[in-house]
């Protein structure tokens, strides 16, 4: 007697309903299980395919999704002639089915449209700084044009890049060579963007524009862009004098934040309420680097920053204590990376430049320390060296993870 594959008992599945099951899935370890899982049968995937219940997901599980494929380096060039390799994705490690995903991309981005010039193929990437690619126009075969294209942003397999003349943005994808062309935004003196993408529905995305001019007095106003309408829009003004120079924009819990000239505080933007908010910070933040991170489900209404003092990993979270005022407590320290750090670079002397951290995406922390790019597993405590002689910036490097969720699931608002 020829033996039959199992059946699921769809009578069960359906006792058990939707919304029970996605408190089972929200228990799985990885995104690679809850993937396998989904796939299972249709009403496992009816279930997951809840944009509220994955956005649940990657909040429960801070460290294991997005997976993170590497990091974006833009190498500069002293000779603005000469041709160098175009932008480079300095890999993590992957399993094998993740690094032919990556292969398949155009980290190059070469597919964006071409733009004031005739012919195919009129660009040619000759080199990249700042994260912008430098360009040489063919059929003028004039000097190289600096740089029109500019990435600001890169969040959830998205880039946010502006054109440097006509400041007209595009969101772009490496992974599916996708981008979608955005208006230049109204402002008179841009100082800020941002862009934010949904941890449900990995198609929809937000891109946020600051600019000093406070509907006519001095101040801060932010514009906003949704997916859904490609239009800007106003969104909130904050009186007042304030220096953004050199801040890169930061991400957690449904808000940007921005590190003011001088370290004492930081603007903060609410993405869901559209407020802005002035926020004091610990005494760390007037000298040394930090990133905001998220805890999870455990974040209890708190801030958190994440810096490297002393060669440690140190968290800070900052509680509102009733008068709108954040007071600032030390919740984490890891061990002392010194002797780590020493024995991989090869010199005691490392120290003598700082450790700046430039973010912290997926549960990793990327470091720079002068010419060097390294990065700490914050699950493992494993410490990596990315690049030995890459003398970037830290503005030049943008973690880089693949979209979460997958295409596959197709989430959907509905059923929740």
């Known amino acids: 007697m020829a033996r039959t594959a199992p059946v699921a008992d769809t009578d069960t599945i359906a006792v058990l309903g939707g919304d029970l099951l996605r408190e089972v899935f929200l228990h799985l370890p990885t995104p690679a299980d809850l993937l396998r899982a989904a796939l299972a049968c249709k009403p496992f995937l009816h279930a997951a395919r809840s944009a509220r219940f994955l956005r649940r997901f990657r909040r429960r599980h801070p460290f294991a999704c997005p997976l993170l494929l590497g990091c974006f380096v833009h190498r500069p060039s002293e000779d603005r002639c000469r041709e160098d390799p175009s932008p480079l994705l300095l890999l993590a490690p992957l399993p094998a089915a993740a690094r032919r995903v990556v292969e398949a991309g155009d980290f190059a981005l070469s597919f964006l449209p071409d733009r004031g010039s005739s012919g195919p193929d009129p660009?040619?990437?000759?080199?990249?700084?700042?994260?912008?690619?430098?360009?040489?126009?063919?059929?003028?075969?004039?000097?190289?044009?600096?740089?029109?294209?500019?990435?600001?942003?890169?969040?959830?397999?998205?880039l946010l890049l502006r054109i440097r003349v006509s400041r007209e943005l595009a969101v772009a994808d490496p992974l599916t060579r996708r981008w979608a062309s955005l208006p230049a935004?109204?402002?008179?003196?841009?100082?800020?963007?941002?862009?934010?993408?949904?941890?449900?529905?990995?198609?929809?995305?937000?891109?946020?524009?600051?600019?000093?001019?406070?509907?006519?007095?001095?101040?801060?106003?932010?514009?906003?862009?949704?997916?859904?309408?490609?239009r800007w829009a106003d969104a909130a003004v904050l009186a007042g004098q304030y220096n953004l120079e050199d801040s890169r924009v930061m991400q957690a819990n449904g808000s940007l934040y921005w590190k003011l000239k001088g370290g004492e505080r930081m603007v903060a933007l609410n993405t869901e309420t559209m407020e802005f908010s002035l926020l004091e910070l610990p005494d760390f933040a007037r000298q040394f680097s930090f990133d905001v991170i998220e805890k999870g489900d455990d974040d209890a209404g708190g801030l958190y920053l994440l810096t490297m003092l002393g060669c440690c990993i140190e968290v800070w979270g900052g509680w509102d204590d009733g008068s709108g005022v954040l007071t600032w407590t030390l919740v984490d320290k890891s061990v002392k990376f010194q002797r780590a750090m020493a024995d991989m670079i090869g010199s005691s002397q490392f120290y003598r430049h700082e450790l700046v951290v430039i973010g912290v995406v997926a549960g990793v922390v990327f470091l720079r320390n002068k010419d060097r790019l390294l990065s700490i597993d914050l699950e493992t405590m494993k410490l990596r060296m990315l690049a030995q002689k890459d003398t970037c910036p830290s503005a030049l490097m943008y973690p880089y993870t693949m979209a979460w969720p997958p295409s596959c699931l197709n989430p959907t608002e509905e059923g929740m």
């Open 185 to 230: 935004p109204p402002a008179e003196r841009p100082v800020g963007y941002g862009l934010v993408t949904d941890d449900g529905c990995s198609s929809a995305f937000q891109a946020f524009c600051l600019s000093e001019d406070g509907g006519g007095s001095p101040g801060l106003r932010a514009l906003v862009l949704s997916s859904s309408e490609l």
């Open 123 to 158: 660009w040619r990437v000759l080199d990249s700084r700042s994260g912008r690619p430098l360009l040489w126009d063919r059929a003028s075969a004039e000097q190289p044009v600096a740089d029109p294209w500019k990435v600001l942003d890169c969040r959830n397999g998205r």
